[in-house]
Each structure stands twice: as C-alpha cells, then as structure tokens.
C-alpha cells in the first residue's frame, strides 16, 4: 500500500523559497512514477513536476527554472525546492504516486500525469502561501 505524508509547506515573502518533503512508502518500484501537483482556490488540480525510478524529471512551464524535484531513495523521501516564489504559486502542494504500466501512453511526464489523475495515490497536501 502506497502512503505518502508531505511537509514543510508555510507562508512566505515573495522572491523566497521553500523546500516540500514527501516521506513516502510502498512507492520503491522500478514503474514508479512521483509527481508534484498542486491546486489554488478556485482552480483545477494542476500537475508541477515529474521524476521517474531512474530520475529524468520533467516540469510544467511555469515552474521551469524556479522549482527542482529530487528523490533520496536511502530514505524514502521525495523532494521539491521551491526558490523565487511568487504570489501565483499560492496552493495546496500534493505528493503522488503512479506505477506505470504503459508509459507510451501514460508517460512519466507532467503531461502523462494529466490524463491519468486518477490513477494516483495522493498524500494530504500541503500549504503554500506567497504574499506579495
């Protein structure tokens, strides 16, 4: 069973940084595929960023160049550096999971991962607020 427990989410300044930590389990398999999503008020859940077991990352637009996803496979833990923040990163920050089974279909790619939300184990989220 896959669970996943984020941290380090908070308020800042805008131009400032934040580092999410995901502590994750049952998500070791070479198919795996770990993902940031997030979502603001009022808006639809957006995929941030991808890594896959071998780390090839991929990230949406508008976080390329500001946000770096990493993993430390020793402990189990998936990471997102968040540096020059700006008010519209304001959101819920989920950690999820997906084993692939078809990645010609469902790649691990922030594209990938859109068409196959559903498909994800999801952690609790958690907050980030940019204040200008």
């Known amino acids: 069973q896959v669970q996943l427990v984020e941290s380090g989410g908070g308020s800042v300044q805008s131009g400032g940084s934040l580092r999410l930590s995901c502590a994750t389990s049952g998500a070791t398999a070479s198919n795996v595929c770990m993902a940031w999503f997030r979502q603001a008020p009022g808006k639809e859940r957006e995929g941030v960023t991808t890594i896959d077991s071998v780390g090839r990352t991929s990230y949406a637009d508008s976080v390329k160049g500001r946000f770096t996803i990493s993993q430390d496979n020793a402990k189990n833990t998936l990471y997102l550096q968040m540096n020059s923040l700006k008010p519209e990163h304001t959101a819920t920050y989920y950690c999820?999971?997906?084993?692939?089974?078809?990645?010609?279909?469902?790649?691990?790619?922030?594209?990938?991962?859109?068409?196959?939300?559903?498909?994800?184990?999801w952690g609790q989220g958690t907050q980030v607020t940019v204040s200008s």
């Open positions: 999820a999971a997906r084993f692939i089974w078809d990645s010609r279909v469902f790649p691990c790619t922030v594209a990938g991962g859109a068409r196959a939300v559903a498909r994800h184990y």
